[in-house]
């Protein structure tokens, strides 16, 4: 079967490949790319671990075709830090302690990202909400919540 | 989980799709947020030849309120539609049902269209075809019995869209464009009643709009499921209100929402219409509770809905 070309950018750098019509996203990510931090878990979109922001939404790229994401901006857990620093959520999961054993860590904090971007001062209720989009089985949730509420204040800080 | 051969195609218009549906000769499915069609071809529940990208349609995105009706592109995402100030005021038992599908960052991904055209669902189906080769294909996979109630002939898989219910108390009506025209029908008859195809739908037809009647309702939506952050219902039940009549719609039970109507709503009406919704739900041991739980629990739901509809949102 014919591969396709599709060209995006990913993490601030404009690729183009040649890709199979039948890879998803996470695949592409993972096996072209070398871009391991994004993880396959459930393969079927129940997880969240494998979240990736696409034009700014929270995708789960093993849901996603990678022709289908032709001329998209994707964030990837690699490409949060910014000259040589941590972004804040990452500072603030290692911080509370939100990490155990870490295989839902990059979804989470993909996901969390999204949120904070698009409303930078976030309840705790809608962090729960949303980071309840993403399963993890170790922590409980407790302190993945209190670190993205501890990064949401230190955003809106940096602000001001 | 490793997907099947296909050939990946974009359409940029609603005659471009049902133009290259048709050069497939039917070996081709319509593809929009992916998440029931990923799972279902990494699944091997589905192997088209093709796969027809309906995102870059800009006609299936819009959502515009032209006189008597709110009319929603099949492509306007769930999360974007739930934040609709319009769906909220009018359409209590929609925003409801937008709220409790699945988990946020599958809102922002499905699709109002993808979520009513969703496939019926069942414990034994929704499997690796490993898993269905071991177990023997059933009725619906077009094996000659069903897995789950043995040698019933027949399909007992669920339907769980939270949207559709909701969209057929609020007297929705759906638009398809295909190889023969356009049509528009009530919601409530796109269903066939055969597990195997569970929608009526002719080949190559696209849902192009959902219109609901611009008329203000009271309503809700109740369901039933095992985690609160996700999951599909185990009994969804909607509830709209105009006045002093109802609509009630009951889904997730068997392969088609039941709905009934309730006119000048008194206590003992009200729980005919409970031993109603409770007789006629016919919950099979296919889903992660047991049936007899679920088919109390249609009774439970759809009193506490139109009770807590009457109260003026309270439960």
Redesign the interface.
Known sequence: ?RT?KVTFQINNEQVTLQVR????LLETLRERLSLTGTK?AC????C?AC?VVVNG????S????A??VEGAVITTVEGLRQEGKLHPLQEAFMEKGAVQCGFCTSGMIM?AKALLERNNKPTKKEII??V???ICRCTGYKKIVEAVEEAGKKATQAQK | MILPKFEYKRAHSIAEAIEVYTRYDGQARYLSGGTDLIPLLKLRLSTPAAVIDLKPIPALKTLSRGGRWLAIGANVALFDLKKDPLVKEYFPALAESLEATSCETLQMRGTLGGNILQDTRCLLYNKSLEWRTARGFCWKMGGPACNVVPNAPACFANYCSDNAPALITLSAQVTFAGPGGERTVKLEKIFSGDGRKPMALAPGEILTQIRIPLEKTKGTYEKLRVRDSMDYPLVGVAVSMKGYSARICVGGVGLLPRVYSLKDINESRIKETVDRAVAEAKPVVNATLSPSYRKKMVGVLVSRAIKKVQRGGAR
């Open positions: 079967m396709m019509p039948y890879e998803t396959e393969g079927l979109g129940s969240g979240t939404i929270p995708l789960r093993c849901l996603v075709l022709p289908e996901t909400r949303t309840s989009s993403n």
